[in-house]
């Protein structure tokens, strides 16, 4: 048995005590919370509409992670609970590709300023990617 929620706007969609007692938890990475919730959690009210459900969060400090409580009615929970645990597998997914994209055109960066005899890596950034755009344009077209 779970505890009582801490929140004072119970939606009207929750039926107090009932739906308050048993919650669904998952843990989510809490870096994904923005991506998932958006800034300051302005999508939560939103999520909760459409679900009908009611949720709360709680930080777990050591982990980086981040405990997502779900109440309402059975199903609900359980659908909700299924929603979120998917957006968080895509938003963490779509992170780590894009962390090996980023890798990639690293690593092409790396290797044209080598080959290429571009400005090193403490040139300016606007510069070098500049210089790097070019150098690709130049290849591709020859």
């Known amino acids: 048995m779970g505890t009582l929620p801490g929140r004072k706007d119970i939606p009207p969609w929750v039926k107090v005590p009932a739906d308050l007692k048993d919650p669904e938890v998952l ?6 919370l923005e991506a998932m919730f958006g800034p300051a959690g302005s999508r939560i009210p939103y999520i ?11 930080v777990l400090e050591s982990s980086g992670l981040t405990e997502v409580l779900v109440y309402g009615s ?22 780590e590709r894009g962390a090996v994209f980023l890798r990639l055109v690293l690593l092409a960066w790396a290797r044209s300023c080598d080959s290429l005899k571009l400005p090193s890596a403490s040139a300016p ?6 210089n ?11």
């Open 27 to 32: 843990q989510v990475q809490t870096q994904l």
């Open 48 to 58: 909760e509409q459409v679900s009908k459900v009611m949720l709360e969060l709680k």
């Open 74 to 95: 059975y199903l609900y929970k359980l659908r909700a609970k299924w929603m979120l645990q998917s957006m968080a597998e895509w938003h963490r997914q779509r992170r």
């Open 125 to 130: 950034f606007g510069q070098l990617a500049m």
């Open 132 to 142: 790097v755009c070019e150098n690709v344009n130049c290849r591709s077209g020859t």
